[in-house]
């Protein structure tokens, strides 16, 4: 077996699996106001921006030969509200950096998240009710907030809810509007996990947020239920699938791209970064070695792009070769 890695050449030249740039989807995290970029503690290297210095990150990560981004938003406490109404206001932060970055990048993909969570004052997903979370209540904001995102320019709506039903409502919605092209990539095996912590410190929904969300997402015990998920997800008219988190989960991956072979992206979400970057900062793990290694491990788990918020740094040091 060693004669094969003996040399720099022989080890390329029998590499399984390659990471470029264009296996990036670059979360960007919007907040308030004019010239800010607000560190997030948990979150070392990545900043919450104001809209003014949209420009400043899509360009670098186009520059760095990124397809696409997603965007989500830090709104104002005060327009949080239990109906979640701001979600649907076509000026909203997130519609308003869905025009920004379109105008200046015509050529960068757009992604957005349909979910409340950002917008309600409970910091769910969905609506919230005697305790429970409404679920038709909720497909219908999603379709009138994923057509409104579509109206502004977004190419691709990722439904990150749970909720059951939502893929093919967004779907009608879409198309009745007009928005033919425009693709849905479904959160579908996303698991009620402790890793989106440092995110709802990004958005500002974990103050939020009353309880938890296991009545939505998926127990993290479970793997057949993110493959029926999937395939109902598909079923109701799904172009992509997501799993989330991903380094922890890369078995689900693994089946999925194995059964449906439906493009299967992943999301190393904001606690799998802390915890990359937490031991880089410490001077446990060598950064550059670990990202890569991170996440070139999607890749042979059959992943076909990944979110990450390592995305223009990994890209930097592939295109250095
Ligand atoms: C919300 C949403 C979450 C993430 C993406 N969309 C958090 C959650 O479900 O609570 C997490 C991403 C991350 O942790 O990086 N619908």
Redesign the pocket.
């Known amino acids: 077996m060693r004669r094969n890695r003996l040399y720099d050449w022989t080890r390329r030249l029998v590499a399984e699996n390659d990471l470029t740039s264009n296996d990036f989807i670059l979360?960007i995290f919007v907040g308030m106001g004019k010239g800010r970029a607000d560190p997030i503690p948990s979150m070392p290297g990545v900043n919450r921006i104001s809209i003014d210095l949209l420009d400043d990150i899509v360009g670098e990560a186009q520059e760095a030969g990124i397809p696409a981004v997603i965007i989500?938003p830090e709104i104002d406490p005060a327009k949080k509200t239990p109906d979640a109404k701001e979600a649907l206001n076509p000026d909203n932060l997130v519609c308003q950096s869905i025009r920004k970055v379109a105008k200046s990048y015509p050529e960068m993909g757009i992604i957005c998240?349909a979910?409340l969570?950002p917008f309600n004052s409970d910091g769910h997903?969905g609506l919230l009710q005697n305790n429970l979370i409404l679920n038709d209540d909720t497909v219908e904001i999603l379709c009138k907030q994923s057509v409104i995102q579509a109206e502004a320019g977004c190419h691709i709506i990722a439904p990150?809810?749970m909720m059951d039903g939502r893929v093919g409502a967004i779907r009608k919605a879409l198309d009745i509007a007009g928005f033919k092209n425009v693709g849905i990539l479904s959160?579908a095996a996303?698991y009620a996990s402790s890793?989106?912590e440092?995110?709802?410190d990004a958005i500002g929904?974990k103050t939020a947020l009353k309880g938890d969300?296991k009545t939505y997402?998926i127990n993290p015990a479970n793997i057949d239920e993110a493959l029926r998920q999937v395939a109902q997800d598909i079923e109701e008219g799904a172009d992509m699938v997501m799993v989330?988190?991903g380094m922890p989960y890369l078995d689900v991956v693994s089946r999925i791209k194995i059964e449906f072979g439906i493009p299967t992206l992943a999301?190393q979400?904001?606690?799998e970064?802390a915890m990359i970057k937490g031991a880089v900062k410490n001077g446990w793990l060598d950064n550059d070695n670990a990202i890569l290694e991170s996440l070139l491990s999607f890749k042979r788990a059959g992943a076909d792009a990944i979110l990450t918020?390592m995305a223009v740094e990994a890209s930097k040091l592939l295109n250095k070769g």
Do not use: E, L
């Open positions: 979360p989500f998240d979910a969570d997903d990150s809810d959160y996303k890793f989106y440092p995110f709802r929904s969300k997402q989330k988190p999301y979400v904001s606690g970064y918020y």
